[in-house]
């Protein structure tokens, strides 16, 4: 496998080689200019670019451990290459960027903590564009929250905001929703509503930023203006990373690709909590479908549309007096699979997903305890699932009822696959 890497980075750098031989012939009588970004100077390296793009298509080309070993090599060798830490901001956002590409790569493969590692070091690279430094700061706030460290989350979030104030930027949108987010999974509406204050004045309210801001508006019930945000960013999210734009760079669980499914997502979510099932179902099947194409069949994300979708049905059933619980018991099943949730007897408690996790027992256990025969295993499943649940701003019954007005709206955010 080794020797394959080695042979498709030496393939990266001549095509690499090959693509900046022509950009020079066509502009001979110019000279060979890098790419800049218009406030923090000169940005990453084209070529680290080009071998960061080729790195990131291969190894999802098979979406093997094989092709993202390979990838991830390539992208080493491209590390290796890169100038001296000490070389200025044209070096540094060169190496900060090849680390970025390399979180995400170890974030896809579930390598949450060697992802942290590679941002980690990017926050460390001083002289780096600002870009740069929030792009690695904002992942870290969401892997952080996907894994339920929340304070660490808020201390960085803190620290992007001083970052941003200390240079005295005109927009700091970026890090407001970032921290409105945090406040948010904390059941801080009234602290997220300040962040969130002003944010659709805001040019730079796009991608991540309007997403969490819609997610905030769906939370509080303005159902309207978070469909707006939802439907803006399906219709105008890059559909892949722009590695050559410092200040656009997002990575790991807050790439475009993941800001599109979870807006997908959401949508489907928000036209169910509208009574629009059709619309609903709709929706939630194709964000099913992108789910399963971009991190595969069996990928935990999988599991947790699986739970919305039983979520949907079972609200549906309730408003229509009707019953759907062979349909919700199918879906809570398969879902608890891919989420990977343990047994209930198990005393593990560090638990991957666990609002999702709770919240499809917590599901699947109704659908249990109607049934006589199976209410002593509803019983039980319960009990696991209300111990389970963390979440500060509604209880797991709440959760479950949405079918009265005045009860609070349970956001699912994909992207960090928490309940807000």
């Given at each position: 496998m080794i020797h394959a890497a080695a042979k498709l980075s030496r393939s990266a750098i001549a095509v690499c080689r090959n693509s900046r031989m022509g950009h020079i012939s066509r502009t001979s009588s110019q000279p060979l200019r890098f790419l800049h970004d218009g406030i923090n100077g000169p940005s990453a390296n084209p070529v680290a670019v080009q071998m960061i793009n080729y790195a990131l298509s291969h190894a999802r080309s098979q979406k093997s451990d094989e092709s993202y070993?390979?990838?991830?090599?390539?992208?080493?060798q491209c590390l290796s290459t890169q100038s001296s830490e000490s070389d200025g901001q044209f070096a540094q956002?060169?190496?900060g960027t090849v680390l970025l590409a390399m979180s995400t790569l170890l974030y896809e493969r579930g390598s949450f903590e060697e992802a942290i590692e590679k941002l980690r070091r990017v926050q460390d690279l001083t002289q780096s564009s600002l870009g740069v430094r929030v792009a690695a700061t904002e992942a870290l706030v969401g892997l952080y929250l996907q894994q339920g460290q929340d304070d660490t989350s808020s201390v960085l979030a803190d620290k992007c905001l001083e970052l941003l104030d200390k240079d005295d930027l005109k927009s700091i949108a970026r890090a407001k929703a970032v921290k409105g987010l945090v406040e948010l999974v904390n059941g801080n509406l009234e602290s997220?509503?300040?962040f969130f204050q002003g944010l659709q004045d805001n040019e730079d309210c796009n991608g991540t930023v309007a997403l969490s801001y819609g997610e905030f508006l769906h939370a509080t019930q303005?159902?309207?203006?978070?469909?707006?945000?939802?439907?803006?960013?399906?219709e105008g999210v890059l559909r892949k990373e722009d590695f050559s734009d410092t200040n656009s760079l997002a990575v790991c669980n807050m790439a475009p690709d993941e800001?599109?499914?979870a807006a997908t997502f959401a949508l489907g979510q928000l036209e169910s909590h509208m009574g629009n099932f059709g619309a609903a179902e709709e929706i939630l099947t194709k964000a099913l479908t992108k789910t399963e194409e971009y991190f595969g069949s069996h990928h935990p994300k999988v599991g947790l549309v699986?739970?919305?979708?039983?979520l949907m049905f079972r609200t549906k059933a309730r408003q229509e007096h009707s019953s759907a619980h062979l349909i919700q018991e199918g879906l809570y099943r398969?879902?608890?699979?891919?989420?990977?949730?343990?047994?209930?007897e198990s005393k593990e408690t560090k638990l991957?997903?666990?609002?999702?996790?709770?919240?499809?027992?917590?599901?699947?256990a109704e659908v249990l305890c109607v049934q006589q025969n199976r209410k002593t295993e509803g019983e039980k499943m319960k009990t696991w699932a209300e111990a389970a649940w963390r979440n500060r701003r509604m209880s797991l019954a709440d959760a479950l009822d949405i079918s009265e007005p005045s009860n609070k709206v349970p956001v699912i955010d994909a992207r960090i696959s928490r309940v807000l």
């Open positions: 070993a390979q990838g991830m090599l390539i992208l080493e956002n060169s190496i997220a509503t300040s303005n159902f309207s203006l978070a469909k707006e945000l939802y439907q803006k960013i399906i800001v599109l499914l699986l739970t919305c979708i039983a398969r879902a608890l699979e891919f989420l990977k949730a343990p047994p209930l991957d997903r666990r609002d999702i996790s709770a919240l499809a027992r917590g599901g699947y």
